[in-house]
């Protein structure tokens, strides 16, 4: 069946270090992997996306790659700050079989920065 | 511009009882979601709205039903509530045609007892 996972469940970054989150993906039909931040208390925010049929993107202090041949997505963050604390969630944006876009998230990983 | 709105924030509910969980967005958005999160798992969905009329079942319908009521309100129900019921949940909505970036309410904090 569908599912997004991700491979870890915590990360702890020094501060100003880069970070990477991790996800897994088995759904290769989905059109668009996003990423999306939550910090405690909110609702998730969103980050980033890519398209299915790409490899790489990039956006401000953060990149995301997708390599298709493993179904791996991940999420770097460039030169971490305090303010990055929070949990990230990696989720896909698929069509059913009725052509409506269904929207699913993985477990999500905890990224604490050690200042 | 409020973006999602969610009432109520907190709810405490003794197990057997009926609520309806109210979502409304005003940016004109085709498509809404209701999400469950549970400590230490993602958000799951449970129903999902991809245009006004529509509902479809998410991964964890059971025990709800929805409400497309129009094209700003997207209402969840409870008809008996237990206790594996207790979660936060999360209103969420999208213009929808291939659009990610999905705009999130503040979250309904749900007890059951």
């Known amino acids: 069946g569908e599912s997004v996972g991700l491979h870890l469940p915590t990360l702890s970054v020094q501060e100003g270090d880069n970070s990477i989150i991790n996800c897994a993906y088995s759904?290769?039909?989905?059109?668009?992997f996003i990423w999306y931040k939550q910090e405690s208390g909110k609702g998730p925010q969103f980050i980033i996306d890519i398209r299915s049929n790409m490899d790489k993107r990039q956006g401000q202090r953060v990149t995301v790659l997708l390599n298709k041949t493993v179904k791996h997505l991940s999420l770097q963050i460039a030169a971490t700050q305090p303010g990055d604390s929070a949990v990230y969630f990696c989720a896909e944006n698929s069509l059913t079989y009725f052509g409506n876009e269904k929207l699913t998230f993985g477990t999500g990983t905890r990224l604490t920065i050690i200042p | 511009n409020a973006g999602v709105t969610q009432t109520p924030k907190f709810q405490v509910l003794k197990t057997g009882q009926s609520m309806t969980l109210q979502c409304a967005q005003d940016?004109?958005?085709?498509?809404m979601y209701w999400y469950r999160q549970d400590p230490g798992m993602g958000l799951r969905l449970i129903y999902y709205?991809?245009?006004?009329?529509?509902?479809d079942k998410g991964e964890v319908p059971n025990g709800y039903n929805v409400s497309r009521l129009n094209k700003r309100e997207f209402s969840l129900r409870l008809e008996s509530a237990a206790p594996s019921q207790t979660s936060v949940y999360f209103c969420a909505s999208t213009k929808g045609a291939s659009s990610t970036e999905a705009f999130f309410g503040q979250g309904t904090r749900l007890t059951v007892v």
């Open positions: 709205s991809a245009s006004e009329g529509t509902t």
């Open positions: 759904n290769s039909a989905s059109d668009y």
């Open positions: 940016m004109n958005h085709n498509s």
